[in-house]
């Protein structure tokens, strides 16, 4: 089982739309959550740190629950630039190591 | 104030040689990361460095090590090239611990 898992999609959504995306990970003692966008060929950006409380900035919302160990991001009103991979991001140490999902491809279309 | 810079951008190597990919961390941050990402996957982890000290290493082959200078850069070296380390490889800078920041990466291509 993969440390953290994601829907790979990809989800196809018409603008103004809302989507969700879901991701589960397995090292009940992970401290820190994160989402990172991805465009093609370019590196991760970080879009948000989840808190345990949730956390919302503009159209982005992210949720953590620790006893089932789920992260979501939910996307309100679809831009066309929202297009891009989601990754959902994990640190399980006491370190930095991050642990990423395989991502998850959104697709905004006109 | 300039983000994580790396350097070559690009890469190409034939099997059996070996590489130095190079990282300068934003201003002010000790810790820089090592990740490598394979199409179609997110990035794995390598190693973390902080105040010259590996602090962290991922399951990676001995061919990959690194290092971190005084003045917090750092350089990722693969020995022995195989095809299969065909990959974006990238620099992630953060304070000791918390939200990392990733430079644009350095894309190596083994044939």
């Known amino acids: 089982r993969k440390e953290v898992e994601q829907d790979p999609g990809p989800f196809n959504v018409p603008e103004g739309a809302t989507v969700a995306f879901n991701c589960t990970y397995s090292?009940?003692?992970?401290?820190?959550f994160f989402w990172y966008r991805q465009d093609c060929r370019k590196e991760p950006k970080l879009l948000m740190s989840?808190?345990?409380s949730g956390n919302e900035d503009g159209r982005f919302t992210a949720q953590l629950n620790r006893a089932s160990q789920y992260i979501s991001l939910l996307i309100r009103d679809s831009k066309l630039s929202d297009s891009a991979t989601y990754l959902c991001?994990?640190?399980?140490?006491?370190?930095?190591?991050?642990?990423f999902g395989g991502g998850t491809r959104l697709m905004v279309k006109p | 104030d300039a983000g994580v810079t790396q350097s070559p951008t690009h890469l190409i190597k034939t099997r059996g040689q070996h590489v130095t990919l190079r990282c300068s961390p934003i201003?002010?941050?000790?810790?820089v990361s090592w990740y490598q990402q394979v199409l179609g996957q997110g990035p794995q982890f390598i190693f973390q460095?902080?105040?010259?000290?590996?602090?962290g290493r991922g399951n990676f082959p001995d061919r990959f090590s690194a290092r971190q200078f005084p003045n917090y850069s750092s350089e990722l070296n693969v020995n022995a090239l195989l095809l299969g380390d065909s990959a974006l490889y990238l620099c992630?800078?953060?304070?000791?611990?918390?939200?990392?920041?990733f430079g644009p990466g350095t894309r190596l291509t083994v044939t």
């Open positions: 991001v994990v640190n399980s140490d006491a370190g930095n190591m991050l642990t």
């Open positions: 989840v808190y345990s």
């Open positions: 090292n009940s003692a992970s401290q820190s």
């Open positions: 201003s002010g941050h000790k810790s």
């Open positions: 992630a800078s953060s304070l000791i611990a918390g939200e990392q920041y």
């Open positions: 460095y902080y105040e010259k000290e590996e602090r």
